[in-house]
């Protein structure tokens, strides 16, 4: 058994169910803004009603998110010491930022948003539903700029130290901001802000699609799916820009990631895109593949003759990363993109046409396209990371010299065997399993319970997300026509 492999299995576990929620967490959190801040304006009871439906289901996914983030902390110590030893002082003034500015900001206020409906005032409950929301946002930023200064390291000096007649080297901060505006990470977090708020609007579209389809609350559903289609036509619209945007960034500093990416074993002058294939290591071609002619020099070079640089010419500087599951993640991450965009402002004439909602099929396929928000998420993930390996810590490469960067293979704690990661695998699958279909058994509670009724169900005009606003019990309204 390899302890690197399993190393690397057992992080990307936990990461990956992790990962989950934070993205449903900050998505959810400014629908919950957006509700509580109609409600102070308008008065209406809708908006009110539908803002504590969706705090419930945004409480129990910020919940899993805290308890699953814990875990990786801890692996950082045990099964990646020389990684940690060798970014302590980068990671460290982040995620200290991140406790300091996010985590506590949220956690801090988090009861009040859960707990403080009947005990404090309409406008303090907003405040602390901004604090939640705020925080969130906060703590993704301090996360994605660790991850980004990976990418692209800035900002610091490599040092050596001795302790107990062992020489090692540790990146040490020389200029905070300049970490902080690390060359990836205003990228990576447009793209994964963008991201997260995509998951958000296709979850309230899939359940309310689920109501509309089943006869249930027509009235809130109805309000939640205009509100959600319009969030995430606009956002995946504004994704596709930003995912171009953040691939400009990869072909300036992690050439060798884009040759992955793309199935790009030989330089070539206009390189051609690939819609779909399998990238063969042997043969060094892309098999079974749809290209697109000099699109990828276009693409990169806005020409479509001009070169591109191919892993022939970067490996023996970068090293080779895995083509195939970096090639495979980032074209289903871009698929379904893609799709998003098609079915989005397919949706939008359907409504403009007024035949939306009683068109059964699309809205069947909205209530199993948040399992493809979540997918491209955690592709989107796979890419980044796997196109980057041999490396941990990205290298810089000046005329064929390599600088800093630390590999994968060196990161890892001498002290751990292949037997105890293992070990912590199987313990970590299983209750990683029984969390999983403990957060399904409650989340399908909650959407089966709905929103709560509201008094008055007068038509209000609409805002920008009518997100989950209003509510009709039919099921009792029918109860009611029959009883007279």
């Not at 990146?171 to 205003?186: G, L």
């Not at 993640?329 to 989005?344: E, N």
Request: hydrophobic fraction near 50%.
């Amino acid at each position: 058994m390899d302890v690197l492999l399993l190393s690397r299995l057992q992080f990307a576990l936990t990461i990956m169910f992790h990962y989950l929620f934070p993205p449903l967490t900050i998505g959810l959190g400014v629908v919950l803004v957006y509700l509580e801040g109609q409600h102070l304006r308008t008065g209406d009871p809708r908006y009110h009603a539908a803002a504590k439906f969706w705090t419930r289901i945004f409480g129990l996914n910020f919940a899993l998110g805290v308890v699953t983030g814990i875990v990786m902390e801890f692996e950082f110590g045990t099964n990646w010491a020389v990684y940690s030893r060798y970014v302590g002082d980068v990671f460290g003034s982040a995620l200290a930022a991140e406790g300091i500015f996010a985590f506590f900001l949220e956690s801090g206020f988090l009861s009040i948003l859960l707990f403080g409906w009947d005990r404090v005032g309409p406008k303090m409950h907003f405040f602390a539903t901004l604090m939640v929301c705020v925080g969130g946002i906060f703590s993704s930023v301090w996360i994605v700029v660790a991850n980004s200064w990976q990418q692209t390291p800035a900002g610091f000096v490599l040092r050596e130290h001795e302790v107990n007649g062992i020489i090692f080297e540790r990146a040490e901060i020389t200029d905070f901001w300049t970490m902080v505006f690390n060359p990836s990470s205003m990228q990576r977090l447009t793209h994964v802000l963008i991201g997260a708020v995509i998951l958000g609007a296709f979850f309230v579209m899939s359940i309310s699609a689920w109501y509309l389809l089943k006869g249930r609350h027509r009235d809130f559903a109805e309000r939640s799916f205009r509100g959600g289609l319009l969030l995430g036509t606009v956002a995946s619209l504004a994704q596709l820009a930003a995912g171009h945007w953040q691939a400009d960034n990869v072909a300036e500093y992690q050439p060798a990631k884009l040759a992955a990416f793309e199935g790009l074993y030989e330089t070539k002058a206009g390189a051609e895109a690939y819609v779909f294939g399998w990238p063969d290591d042997e043969s060094r071609t892309v098999k079974f593949g749809l290209p697109v002619p000099k699109l990828l020099s276009l693409l990169v070079h806005q020409d479509p003759d001009a070169t591109v640089v191919g892993l022939d010419d970067l490996e023996e500087s970068y090293g080779k990363p895995p083509v195939w599951l970096s090639f495979q993640a980032y074209h289903l991450m871009v698929a379904i993109g893609m799709t998003f965009i098609g079915s989005t402002l397919f949706a939008c004439v359907l409504l403009w046409r007024g035949t939306l909602f009683e068109t059964r099929w699309l809205l069947w396929f909205f209530v199993g396209a948040v399992v493809l928000a979540f997918t491209a998420n955690e592709a989107g993930w796979v890419a980044a990371e796997v196109g980057r390996q041999p490396w941990i810590v990205y290298p810089t490469v000046v005329n064929g010299e390599v600088t800093g960067g630390l590999r994968t293979s060196d990161g890892l704690s001498e002290a751990v065997t292949a037997e105890q990661v293992l070990g912590s695998i199987i313990m970590f699958g299983l209750v990683y399993g029984l969390l999983f279909v403990l957060w399904i058994f409650l989340l399908n509670h909650k959407i089966q319970a709905g929103p709560e009724p509201v008094a008055d169900q007068s038509q209000g005009h609409g805002g920008v997300i009518e997100a989950a606003t209003g509510r009709v019990d039919h099921h009792r309204s029918l109860t009611d026509v029959k009883r007279t």
